[in-house]
């Protein structure tokens, strides 16, 4: 569903005829696919929350169809405003059933302190 969604988003973005507009909706929905966000995707996206964005999807052509920008303008209004309490509602639910599991990652070691460079006074402990 996430290609036909990216589409749809796409074509609403060239009606407005703004190169910029279309390239930001494209990687927008283009940066779904890095690993984080996958998985984060994975949390809140299910058969109902897509039958939902699909059922808004259709009252924006709708209003597009009957040529009226002001309804246009509040289905999507609407559907973008869903699809967060969608999304944020989801996130919550996920992090109120699953604890977080504990970090595994050792701390980062210290930054190396440099002696005898121009930015030597930037690392001087200033209450010595």
């Known amino acids: 569903p996430w290609r036909g969604d990216r589409l ?23 940066e779904r696919h890095n690993p984080l966000a996958e998985q984060l995707v994975s949390h809140f996206e299910t058969a109902q929350s897509w ?12 209003a597009i169809a009957s040529r009226s920008p002001e309804a246009a303008r509040a289905a999507m209004a609407t559907h973008l405003s869903n699809s967060h309490d969608r999304f ?26 440099f002696s005898g460079c121009a930015t030597d006074s930037l690392h001087r402990d200033p209450m010595r």
């Open 51 to 62: 039958a939902a964005a699909i059922a808004e999807h259709v009252d924006v052509i709708e």
């Open 88 to 113: 944020t509602a989801n996130i919550a639910n996920a992090g109120a059933a699953e604890p977080a599991a504990p970090s595994r990652r050792k701390p980062a070691p210290a930054a190396p302190r």
């Open 8 to 30: 749809f988003h796409i074509r609403i973005a060239e009606t407005a005829e703004n190169s910029v507009l279309v390239r930001i909706v494209g990687e927008l929905h283009d």
